[in-house]
């Protein structure tokens, strides 16, 4: 008993470092997509958000989520890091999303509230105790690792975020939509990567145990199929974009693997390698069609994260219901289906009230000048790249 | 019993994670070796070689590699993702060779047949289910996580696509061999400690068992030896450098530490300290001279792939052979190198014989114009660093 | 007793991962601090220093730090290779100190004898087989991974090398000090966060096993603890600067986080969350305090080098016997002291003698005009970033 005891707290250590990962990881994704006069303040925004919102959620957020959960079959302080490391991803997704035009000090406010009590609620709701059990509420979905808790719960905070504090300046103007190029590959390379290695702890680690035999299996098909599917998006992704333009985009290919990664999150210890690769090829399609789209409706969302995360988030919940329907344990399209609109409802409805409250206070929205300027200076007072000259 | 299963399947996972993180390893070193203008092309075929080659594995290649083995110590989603993480080494290898005139596409089709058939042909004869057993052209060499297998092969595929390919447009003209300096000196050193680091899981990982006291000697002693040689690699290419320059030439001491790490490969888990230091250090000593000779017999290596993955994938095989010669266990100098011998001939005529086929239909190489302007735009429509200005 | 031995092993193996992960990590930070001139020589600093320290200690230092210490609860490759892994840091806190103007050639010197000779001493009496034990030098203090025997060892060391080598050519003139801006932010925050994940080893780590339920408890206590006081460090730092410049620095938000992590250090094992956050906080305080003090008594420190690992490093020990303090168990903040002055007296006057006698024979300091080249010229042969146009 103490054998697997130590064992499960040495994997969710493991586990832990991987997710913890995920924080430069997120950081040089976006880093590299936006423009370089918003680099540091990208960067601010990223380690900001895993300081406050980790501590927040240590403070306050964790005894939300779980309340006195006993944790006798790993260390308590394993769990309790383990937990801490998903709440800043959240909220990183929904960074992302309005990154060169959202203030840092009105999005410091949010990530407290956030990391204290809008994700510790749609944790608790979801897999943590529920005092919702037995009511018309109940959520009974399978979210393994949190396609609906993490990916769709920050997608959904980002939309209400950017309906309040809109597109960037200049990013459209009458017709014409303005593409801006990201500004450094090599960082989006990188911290796309690092987000897939990342993940292997983020979707291996909540499986929660892989100190017996079966357990030990489920962990490495959970980590196999979360890989196969990153795989496959980006192959789909990238197929799709050579088709239509002769060019091999690598952002695309990027973002393809992430929408696999995203949409395999909710059930990877559940599919055969067939069905993952089924269901990372679908992320992918879908990031290459939905990144347009948001565009066509002038949502303007400049590292493609409600296409990766909210968009994928839900698919990957409803592609438990679809391909590992099990009625008998309770396993249906319309229970997760459920699930994904509870949590919508939720996290959209309190979302877009605080961001409203708090920009009433402190506008999130960065003035035309700050922006045509950059948000390095008039946010951090420090330029990302200060000695080379720039040609744009 | 269940508990060796549970250990050696949570090693296979974290080994797994570092080999992994040899593909921004990868990605990172040759983005920093070549000029900005072929930056994002350099980028997109290590991520595209990462997703098809494992692909390609994991649907074809595998069985070819292995049958039907029966995996019975650790988890199968564990043994089949370590051995899919390895494919893809070889073809970074090949690739980064090729870099700044190799087109994407036929590149692509060259990674999928590689992945699927023509590594898995000599994982087989080498570590698999030997169907060539007792034959003569049995293959009895100790190479414990591939200098042969991996390196060589990468390699000797590299050297054919040379061969065919051509040197970059303005390499080499007249008697003039032009200095193509790498462009960013911090992704090249990230690049290279990431490989560094993802050999510990590559060699380690290699041992394939952690769950006695005697495994984990052996693995212990394998990423100890491992770490060793990429030290005596990396000290004696900087005294050399220095020696003859005066200067300290951190591209060389790079290349001398992944020479080292690359010539321990075969046999980490025999060596004694001394040995380890004299194999890493002979390693760093043939790139620093290897470099220079292929350029002399105008062999364009943007990144020093052969010399590197060849030329010590060759002397690593063969030094199983003088430091641990064992005649009782069937490790002879003769042994090794007719292995080295075996992969050569095979992997070199078959790569060969498939990039020329290619090369027919779809030419590999980029035309002169493209090369000029760079193989971003032609290749990818995207620059890595489009708001800098370029003083070159 | 086997499972033990192999659990030991395996986590000894984790651990020295990640504490490997901090040579890039503390590369990447130098490298985005400096100006761009001097990237490729900070670069190749940390580079050697891993290179030519891990082997002068493998070689040499562990024998004087451990003598014929048995191991028997791990591997002994592993215990080898964990201490080998802490050597270069200690030396990495003082070359990035002396950025900018030291040369590489002493510097190297400097490491062999720091690696072989100083560095093990100083574990030897604080950590290892005690020969002045009984004496009145006799070291009691409690340091779990080293906020004295790494930190501060590294930062004496450091302030030594600087009192010899004095200040960058132009940085203070009259009463002028000249605020000279980080190159790349975006390396400044990898580099910082590939630290904070490689302390979780560098502490976890130290405590040793983890194969028992307390162990393991305890394990995972530390490297909360060393979360924690990260977490609070870079809130704490980034609450002071933004109340003072209505600004988000990022520099000073991960400097205070590592300033927090170094704190956490000496006793991360004995704390409660609260003890840690107020570790923490403090830490992040000092260093925004220290970083303009050193700057007005004209120490030239290009990273914060001082301010992080020397002031915390104090602060971090004598914070156990603070807030840990157990005289039955021989915890008391007075013995804390002691083994910080002690230290500080042995490893400052060694190593000022040490650098003092160097730099009779081979300068330290790069002249006037190699400093306005940069060293990457002058030391190095290769610029950093060749083909991007510089603005300053």
Same mark, same amino acid.
């Given at each position: ?14 586990? /832990? ?14 880093? #590299? ?20 919102? *980790? !501590?927040?959620?240590?403070?306050? #957020?964790? %005894? ?50 956030? #990391? ?10 979801? +897999?943590?105790?529920?005092?919702? $059990? ?11 690792? @949190?396609?609906?808790?993490? %990916? ?40 796309? !990567? ?35 599917? =990153?795989? &496959? #998006? &980006? ?14 985009? /690598? ?15 909710? @059930? &990877? ?45 839900? +698919? ?12 008998? $344990? =309770? ?6 289906? $459920? =699930? ?8 959209? *409805? ?9 920009? $009433?206070? /402190? ?30």
């Amino acid at each position: 008993m103490d054998t697997a005891y130590v064992i499960d707290t040495l994997f969710a250590l493991f586990s /832990i470092t991987l997710i913890i990962l995920m924080v430069p990881g997120f950081a040089m994704l976006e880093a #590299g997509l936006v423009r370089t006069k918003n680099v540091s303040s990208v960067l601010t925004v990223n380690v900001m958000i895993y300081a406050v919102a *980790s !501590m927040a959620f240590i403070l306050i #957020g964790f %005894h939300l989520a779980f309340g006195t959960v006993e944790t006798t079959t790993m260390s308590k302080w394993a769990f309790f890091m383990f937990q801490m490391a998903f709440v800043g991803k959240a909220i990183n997704i929904m960074s992302g999303g309005v990154g060169e035009r959202a203030r840092l000090l009105p999005l410091t406010l949010f990530t407290v509230i956030m #990391g204290a009590f809008i994700y510790p609620s749609a944790v608790n709701v979801s +897999w943590g105790s529920d005092w919702i $059990k037995g009511s018309v509420f109940d959520i009974n979905m399978v979210d393994l690792a @949190g396609s609906t808790v993490i %990916h769709s719960t920050g997608g959904w905070a980002l939309l209400a975020a950017i309906l309040i504090i809109g597109a960037r300046k200049g990013r459209y103007s009458g017709n014409q939509i303005r593409v801006i190029p990201a500004s450094n590959i090599p960082l989006v390379v990188l911290g796309a !990567m690092l987000l897939w290695i990342g993940w292997f702890g983020f979707n291996g680690g909540s499986v929660g145990s892989i100190a017996t035999k079966e357990a030990a299996d489920s962990v490495a098909l959970t980590v196999f199929n979360t890989n196969t599917a =990153g795989l &496959a #998006g &980006a192959i789909v992704a990238g197929i799709l974009i050579y088709l239509r333009y002769k060019l091999f985009d /690598i952002t695309m290919i990027l973002n393809g693997a992430l929408g696999g990664l995203v949409a395999i999150t909710a @059930g &990877a210890h559940l599919f055969s390698l067939y069905d993952a690769i089924a269901i990372g090829a679908i992320g992918g399609i879908l990031v290459v069609f939905a990144v347009p789209l948001f565009d066509k409706v002038r949502i303007d969302d400049p590292v493609g994260a409600l296409s990766v995360h909210l968009v994928n988030g839900i +698919w990957g919940t409803l592609a438990v219901g679809i391909f590992a329907a099990d009625p008998e $344990k =309770g396993i249906t399209l319309l229970g997760q289906l $459920k =699930g994904v609109a509870e949590i919508a409802v939720f996290v959209f *409805s309190v979302s877009f009230a605080v961001i409203y409250l708090i920009n $009433k206070f /402190i506008p999130f929205r960065a003035s035309d000048e700050d922006q045509v300027q950059g948000l390095d200076v008039s946010e951090c007072g420090l330029e990302a790249y200060p000695e080379f000259k720039r040609a744009i």
